[in-house]
């Protein structure tokens, strides 16, 4: 785990908080798949990603899911920071997109770290910044973009990711991540085969150029 969390960190941290989080951190390994958080769940600790991806979703009240960003290595989420910080329940949902492998941080040490460490303040304020500027452009997608342009910008976030072509989602996984039918996404699925752009297989689909 150490050389791990320097790898991912040397640059961010100082050597005396690095130590810090590995005295006080749990390690954890999520399977894909695997729910971290779930809405209503009191947030007790911080995740600071080392490897892997986790997708952060927001929940209507009819159930229906929206995709709000992914966290990659080296990130955490403004969201967690909030609950933890305000000691209130969860609002969002955090699923694991890939195997990952996380460092859980006690939610005292947050506070004490950010009065004690620059670069841990600079690291949550610039991780409120990034998730924001995310969740700003999910809503700019939702309020400005088709259909069609929403698909394309969610397989081409998948691939950068993943690293890998071939996308392993269903339609109706998609229709609910983008919050919307899978009759519609099937049928843009379909016109951006035709068109050349990606090849259809059962639950799975191999972007060749978006």
């Not at 998948?158 to 392993?168: A, E, G, V």
Request: aromatic share 8%.
């Amino acid at each position: 785990m150490l050389n791990s969390l320097k790898e991912n960190f040397a640059n961010i941290f100082e050597d005396a908080l690095i130590d810090e989080i590995l005295e006080v951190g749990t390690l954890k390994n999520i399977k894909e798949g695997e729910k971290l958080i779930e809405i209503g769940d009191y947030v007790r600790s911080m995740p600071l990603l080392i490897s892997g991806a986790i997708k952060i979703l927001r929940e209507d009240e009819n159930g229906d899911e929206l995709l709000l960003y992914f966290l990659e290595r080296g990130d955490t989420c403004a969201m967690t920071l909030t609950c933890c910080l305000g000691q209130t329940r969860s609002e969002i949902r955090a699923i694991a997109e890939l195997d990952t492998t996380i460092i859980m941080i006690p939610i005292q040490k947050m506070e004490e770290w950010t009065g004690k460490y620059k670069s841990w303040r600079n690291f949550v304020f610039q991780s409120y910044h990034a998730r924001l500027t995310e969740m700003l452009e999910t809503i700019d997608s939702i309020a400005f973009y088709n259909m069609d342009e929403r698909l394309v910008k969610y397989l081409q976030n998948k691939q950068k990711i993943t690293n890998d072509s071939i996308i392993n989602s269903t339609h109706q996984e998609i229709a609910y991540e983008l919050h919307t039918s899978r009759v519609v996404v099937s049928r843009l699925l379909k016109k951006l085969e035709s068109l050349g752009k990606i090849k259809l297989f059962r639950n799975s689909i191999q972007i060749i150029s978006l």
